[in-house]
Protein backbone atom coordinates (compact mmCIF):
# COMPACT_ATOMS: atom_id res chain seq x y z
CA UNK A 1 0.00 0.00 0.00
CA UNK A 2 1.57 3.36 -0.74
CA UNK A 3 2.19 6.23 1.57
CA UNK A 4 0.56 9.41 1.36
CA UNK A 5 2.42 11.81 -0.98
CA UNK A 6 3.35 14.13 2.15
CA UNK A 7 4.53 11.32 4.48
CA UNK A 8 6.15 9.73 1.49
CA UNK A 9 7.85 13.25 0.66
CA UNK A 10 8.89 13.61 4.69
CA UNK A 11 10.44 10.13 4.40
CA UNK A 12 12.85 11.18 1.55
CA UNK A 13 13.68 14.02 3.05
CA UNK A 14 15.03 12.54 6.04
CA UNK A 15 16.27 9.61 4.47
CA UNK A 16 18.48 12.43 2.25
CA UNK A 17 19.34 14.38 5.54
CA UNK A 18 20.75 10.81 7.30
CA UNK A 19 22.83 10.09 4.09
CA UNK A 20 24.03 13.24 3.48
CA UNK A 21 25.19 13.35 7.10
CA UNK A 22 26.87 10.37 7.22
CA UNK A 23 29.04 10.80 4.49
CA UNK A 24 30.27 13.87 5.71
CA UNK A 25 31.66 12.33 8.33
CA UNK A 26 33.03 9.36 6.83
CA UNK A 27 34.78 11.56 4.46
CA UNK A 28 36.03 13.92 7.02
CA UNK A 29 37.62 11.22 9.19
CA UNK A 30 39.09 9.45 6.39
CA UNK A 31 40.99 12.93 5.56
CA UNK A 32 42.07 13.21 9.23
CA UNK A 33 42.57 9.25 10.57
CA UNK A 34 43.58 10.68 14.01
CA UNK A 35 40.27 12.45 14.91
CA UNK A 36 37.85 10.48 17.09
CA UNK A 37 34.72 9.93 15.07
CA UNK A 38 32.40 10.21 18.00
CA UNK A 39 34.09 13.35 19.57
CA UNK A 40 33.57 15.18 15.80
CA UNK A 41 30.09 13.57 15.22
CA UNK A 42 28.63 14.83 18.62
CA UNK A 43 30.31 18.32 17.86
CA UNK A 44 28.73 18.92 14.80
CA UNK A 45 25.72 17.49 15.41
CA UNK A 46 24.21 21.04 16.76
CA UNK A 47 25.14 20.19 20.29
CA UNK A 48 22.39 17.68 20.66
CA UNK A 49 25.22 15.00 21.84
CA UNK A 50 27.99 15.74 24.13
CA UNK A 51 31.02 13.10 24.40
CA UNK A 52 33.30 14.50 27.37
CA UNK A 53 36.65 14.28 26.48
CA UNK A 54 36.98 14.13 31.45
CA UNK A 55 35.11 14.74 33.78
CA UNK A 56 36.03 18.41 34.59
CA UNK A 57 33.44 21.48 33.68
CA UNK A 58 35.56 22.32 31.10
CA UNK A 59 38.96 20.43 29.65
CA UNK A 60 41.79 21.29 27.65
CA UNK A 61 41.19 18.86 24.70
CA UNK A 62 37.45 19.15 24.37
CA UNK A 63 36.00 22.16 22.14
CA UNK A 64 33.36 23.85 23.77
CA UNK A 65 29.79 24.94 22.13
CA UNK A 66 31.03 28.59 20.48
CA UNK A 67 34.71 28.16 21.12
CA UNK A 68 36.61 30.37 18.67
CA UNK A 69 39.60 28.41 19.79
CA UNK A 70 39.01 25.08 18.89
CA UNK A 71 40.39 25.16 15.30
CA UNK A 72 43.58 27.17 16.68
CA UNK A 73 43.91 24.63 19.22
CA UNK A 74 43.36 21.36 17.18
CA UNK A 75 45.86 22.37 14.34
CA UNK A 76 48.46 22.12 16.93
CA UNK A 77 47.53 19.52 19.45
CA UNK A 78 48.82 15.98 19.13
CA UNK A 79 48.19 13.95 21.98
CA UNK A 80 49.84 10.91 19.93
CA UNK A 81 52.93 12.48 20.90
CA UNK A 82 53.42 11.78 24.10
CA UNK A 83 55.49 13.72 26.21
CA UNK A 84 57.90 11.66 28.07
CA UNK A 85 60.47 9.16 27.14
CA UNK A 86 60.20 5.11 27.44
CA UNK A 87 61.77 2.24 25.52
CA UNK A 88 59.03 1.88 23.13
CA UNK A 89 59.13 5.59 21.85
CA UNK A 90 62.81 5.90 22.27
CA UNK A 91 63.91 5.13 18.97
CA UNK A 92 64.39 8.76 17.25
CA UNK A 93 63.53 9.66 13.61
CA UNK A 94 66.90 10.85 11.82
CA UNK A 95 65.49 14.11 11.80
CA UNK A 96 64.57 14.65 14.96
CA UNK A 97 67.75 13.38 16.11
CA UNK A 98 69.84 15.52 14.11
CA UNK A 99 67.71 18.55 15.21
CA UNK A 100 67.71 17.18 19.09
CA UNK A 101 71.93 16.91 18.55
CA UNK A 102 72.36 20.49 16.72
CA UNK A 103 70.89 22.04 20.51
CA UNK A 104 74.27 21.45 22.39
CA UNK A 105 76.30 19.57 19.50
CA UNK A 106 78.39 16.89 21.38
CA UNK A 107 82.14 16.01 19.58
CA UNK A 108 81.78 12.31 20.00
CA UNK A 109 78.13 11.29 21.22
CA UNK A 110 77.99 7.32 22.75
CA UNK A 111 75.95 5.26 21.21
CA UNK A 112 72.07 6.77 21.90
CA UNK A 113 70.36 3.30 22.17
CA UNK A 114 72.92 1.95 24.43
CA UNK A 115 72.28 5.02 26.51
CA UNK A 116 68.59 4.39 26.88
CA UNK A 117 69.04 0.65 27.53
CA UNK A 118 71.43 1.41 30.13
CA UNK A 119 69.13 4.66 31.70
CA UNK A 120 66.16 2.11 31.71
CA UNK A 121 68.25 -0.01 34.03
CA UNK A 122 67.74 2.70 36.64
CA UNK A 123 64.95 4.33 35.81
CA UNK A 124 60.98 2.62 35.36
CA UNK A 125 60.37 2.01 31.99
CA UNK A 126 56.73 2.89 32.27
CA UNK A 127 54.09 4.44 30.64
CA UNK A 128 52.31 7.14 32.53
CA UNK A 129 49.61 9.97 32.62
CA UNK A 130 48.08 7.75 29.35
CA UNK A 131 44.52 7.82 31.17
CA UNK A 132 42.78 10.19 29.38
CA UNK A 133 39.01 9.76 29.58
CA UNK A 134 35.96 10.96 30.23
CA UNK A 135 36.04 9.34 34.35
CA UNK A 136 38.95 11.18 34.71
CA UNK A 137 39.66 15.24 35.82
CA UNK A 138 43.49 16.19 36.34
CA UNK A 139 44.45 19.57 37.51
CA UNK A 140 47.46 21.43 37.32
CA UNK A 141 49.16 24.28 38.59
CA UNK A 142 52.32 25.09 36.06
CA UNK A 143 54.29 27.70 38.50
CA UNK A 144 56.86 29.77 36.51
CA UNK A 145 59.23 31.80 38.21
CA UNK A 146 58.28 35.60 37.18
CA UNK A 147 58.88 38.02 39.75
CA UNK A 148 54.96 39.12 39.59
CA UNK A 149 54.39 36.10 42.20
CA UNK A 150 56.10 38.35 44.59
CA UNK A 151 53.02 39.41 46.96
CA UNK A 152 50.61 37.40 44.70
CA UNK A 153 49.53 35.22 47.78
CA UNK A 154 48.33 32.32 45.41
CA UNK A 155 50.15 29.67 47.75
CA UNK A 156 47.44 28.01 49.26
CA UNK A 157 45.74 27.88 45.92
CA UNK A 158 48.38 26.47 44.12
CA UNK A 159 48.76 23.69 46.45
CA UNK A 160 45.31 22.88 45.89
CA UNK A 161 46.06 21.59 42.55
CA UNK A 162 46.51 17.41 41.38
CA UNK A 163 49.64 18.35 40.02
CA UNK A 164 52.37 20.98 40.63
CA UNK A 165 54.90 21.97 38.03
CA UNK A 166 57.84 23.47 39.04
CA UNK A 167 61.39 24.42 37.34
CA UNK A 168 64.61 24.84 37.60
CA UNK A 169 66.02 26.41 40.91
CA UNK A 170 62.36 27.27 41.94
CA UNK A 171 62.66 27.67 45.55
CA UNK A 172 59.62 27.34 48.40
CA UNK A 173 60.91 27.63 51.50
CA UNK A 174 60.38 31.31 53.04
CA UNK A 175 58.01 31.79 49.39
CA UNK A 176 55.21 29.23 50.75
CA UNK A 177 52.26 32.05 51.04
CA UNK A 178 52.80 33.39 47.38
CA UNK A 179 54.34 30.40 45.39
CA UNK A 180 52.77 27.00 47.85
CA UNK A 181 55.05 24.08 48.90
CA UNK A 182 54.02 21.67 46.94
CA UNK A 183 55.31 19.78 44.27
CA UNK A 184 54.34 16.65 42.25
CA UNK A 185 57.16 17.36 39.35
CA UNK A 186 59.99 19.37 38.98
CA UNK A 187 61.32 20.32 35.47
CA UNK A 188 65.02 20.83 34.86
CA UNK A 189 68.16 20.35 32.78
CA UNK A 190 71.28 19.09 33.80
CA UNK A 191 72.97 22.85 34.60
CA UNK A 192 69.70 23.77 36.54
CA UNK A 193 69.44 20.47 38.82
CA UNK A 194 68.87 20.88 42.65
CA UNK A 195 68.29 18.20 44.79
CA UNK A 196 64.31 16.92 45.43
CA UNK A 197 62.36 15.03 48.38
CA UNK A 198 61.89 11.66 47.87
CA UNK A 199 57.56 12.41 46.91
CA UNK A 200 58.71 14.65 44.16
CA UNK A 201 58.84 13.66 40.27
CA UNK A 202 62.47 14.70 38.57
CA UNK A 203 61.47 15.77 35.08
CA UNK A 204 64.73 15.85 32.76
CA UNK A 205 65.21 17.87 29.67
CA UNK A 206 68.05 16.28 27.65
CA UNK A 207 69.45 18.34 24.76
CA UNK A 208 72.02 15.73 23.96
CA UNK A 209 72.73 12.20 24.96
CA UNK A 210 75.25 12.77 26.97
CA UNK A 211 72.48 14.07 29.43
CA UNK A 212 71.18 10.97 29.86
CA UNK A 213 74.45 9.52 30.68
CA UNK A 214 74.34 12.58 33.33
CA UNK A 215 71.18 11.45 35.03
CA UNK A 216 72.59 7.69 35.19
CA UNK A 217 75.84 8.77 36.71
CA UNK A 218 74.03 11.72 39.24
CA UNK A 219 71.91 9.04 40.45
CA UNK A 220 74.63 6.15 41.04
CA UNK A 221 77.76 6.87 40.72
CA UNK A 222 78.27 10.30 40.49
CA UNK A 223 81.21 10.44 37.55
CA UNK A 224 79.72 13.06 35.53
CA UNK A 225 80.51 16.64 36.05
CA UNK A 226 80.42 18.42 33.28
CA UNK A 227 77.77 18.47 29.84
CA UNK A 228 77.24 21.47 28.36
CA UNK A 229 78.57 23.29 31.62
CA UNK A 230 79.95 22.26 34.83
CA UNK A 231 76.85 20.35 36.36
CA UNK A 232 76.67 18.60 40.03
CA UNK A 233 78.09 15.34 39.79
CA UNK A 234 75.49 13.88 42.23
CA UNK A 235 71.85 14.80 43.74
CA UNK A 236 69.05 13.95 45.72
CA UNK A 237 66.35 12.43 43.80
CA UNK A 238 63.90 9.41 44.24
CA UNK A 239 65.49 7.48 41.18
CA UNK A 240 62.23 5.29 41.10
CA UNK A 241 60.25 8.83 40.14
CA UNK A 242 62.62 10.14 37.56
CA UNK A 243 61.00 10.91 34.02
CA UNK A 244 62.45 12.12 30.67
CA UNK A 245 61.66 14.46 28.35
CA UNK A 246 61.06 13.04 25.19
CA UNK A 247 63.75 14.84 22.42
CA UNK A 248 60.56 13.63 19.73
CA UNK A 249 57.83 15.52 22.21
CA UNK A 250 60.62 18.33 22.44
CA UNK A 251 60.61 18.89 18.70
CA UNK A 252 57.22 18.77 18.41
CA UNK A 253 56.48 21.67 20.85
CA UNK A 254 59.49 24.01 19.06
CA UNK A 255 57.87 22.83 15.25
CA UNK A 256 54.23 22.86 15.82
CA UNK A 257 53.83 25.54 18.95
CA UNK A 258 56.48 28.13 18.79
CA UNK A 259 56.98 27.80 14.63
CA UNK A 260 60.31 27.31 14.93
CA UNK A 261 60.95 30.60 16.75
CA UNK A 262 63.85 30.90 18.93
CA UNK A 263 66.85 28.30 19.38
CA UNK A 264 64.73 26.21 21.28
CA UNK A 265 61.67 27.02 24.08
CA UNK A 266 62.47 27.57 27.39
CA UNK A 267 62.20 25.23 30.15
CA UNK A 268 58.73 27.13 31.34
CA UNK A 269 57.33 26.41 27.81
CA UNK A 270 57.99 22.94 27.86
CA UNK A 271 56.96 22.53 31.63
CA UNK A 272 53.37 24.38 30.22
CA UNK A 273 53.07 22.02 27.23
CA UNK A 274 54.02 18.91 29.35
CA UNK A 275 50.49 19.96 31.78
CA UNK A 276 48.59 20.98 28.26
CA UNK A 277 49.32 16.88 27.16
CA UNK A 278 48.76 15.21 30.63
CA UNK A 279 46.55 17.12 32.34
CA UNK A 280 42.16 18.16 32.17
CA UNK A 281 42.71 21.37 33.38
CA UNK A 282 45.66 24.03 33.26
CA UNK A 283 46.42 26.75 35.39
CA UNK A 284 49.42 28.99 34.98
CA UNK A 285 51.21 31.01 37.51
CA UNK A 286 54.69 33.11 37.44
CA UNK A 287 54.27 33.87 33.12
CA UNK A 288 55.89 36.92 31.63
CA UNK A 289 57.19 40.35 33.65
CA UNK A 290 55.99 41.83 36.79
CA UNK A 291 53.75 44.96 36.68
CA UNK A 292 56.87 46.92 36.18
CA UNK A 293 57.86 45.53 32.77
CA UNK A 294 60.26 43.49 35.02
CA UNK A 295 61.63 39.85 33.40
CA UNK A 296 63.38 38.52 36.76
CA UNK A 297 63.10 35.28 39.63
CA UNK A 298 60.43 36.04 42.10
CA UNK A 299 63.74 35.33 44.37
CA UNK A 300 65.80 38.13 43.34
CA UNK A 301 65.21 41.74 42.90
CA UNK A 302 63.41 43.33 39.84
CA UNK A 303 66.34 44.49 38.78
CA UNK A 304 67.35 42.60 35.58
CA UNK A 305 64.61 43.83 33.37
CA UNK A 306 64.89 42.00 30.20
CA UNK A 307 67.25 39.71 30.63
CA UNK A 308 65.16 36.69 30.03
CA UNK A 309 64.26 38.30 26.68
CA UNK A 310 67.02 38.59 25.23
CA UNK A 311 68.97 35.73 25.83
CA UNK A 312 69.04 35.08 22.22
CA UNK A 313 68.15 31.52 23.06
CA UNK A 314 64.59 31.80 23.19
CA UNK A 315 61.76 33.53 21.94
CA UNK A 316 59.99 34.97 25.02
CA UNK A 317 57.80 37.16 23.27
CA UNK A 318 56.73 34.65 20.97
CA UNK A 319 56.25 32.11 23.98
CA UNK A 320 53.99 34.54 25.71
CA UNK A 321 52.03 35.44 23.16
CA UNK A 322 51.18 31.18 22.83
CA UNK A 323 50.48 31.25 26.59
CA UNK A 324 48.12 34.19 25.92
CA UNK A 325 46.36 32.40 23.12
CA UNK A 326 45.80 29.50 25.00
CA UNK A 327 44.51 31.49 28.40
CA UNK A 328 42.30 33.68 25.05
CA UNK A 329 40.80 30.06 23.91
CA UNK A 330 39.94 28.82 27.39
CA UNK A 331 42.34 26.17 27.33
CA UNK A 332 44.55 27.52 30.44
CA UNK A 333 43.69 29.76 32.92
CA UNK A 334 46.28 32.67 33.80
CA UNK A 335 46.73 34.07 36.91
CA UNK A 336 48.75 37.09 35.98
CA UNK A 337 50.20 37.96 39.91
CA UNK A 338 50.39 41.25 40.74
Known sequence: MFLPTRRKNRTFALLFCVITFTTFLFSYTLRDPSVDFFRHAFRLSDGLFSKGQCSCARCVAEAQDGDDGGSWFAERFNRSVHPLMTR????????????????????????????????????????????????????????????????????????????????????????????????????????????????????LIPFKTLDLQWIISA???????????????????????????????????????????????????????????ICDQVSVFGFGADQYGNWHHYWEESNLSGAFRHTGVHDADREYNVTLQLADKHKITLFRGR
Open 88 to 203: DNSVLTDDTFKWWQWLQAERRPANFSEVVEELFRVIPDEVLYADAGPKRCRTCAVVGNSGNLKGAQYGALIDSFDFVLRMNQAPTAGFEEDVGAKTTHHVMYPESAKDLDNTTRLV
Open 219 to 277: LTTGTIKHTYAPVASRIKANKDKVLIYSPTFFKYVFETWLEGHGRYPSTGFLSLMLAVH
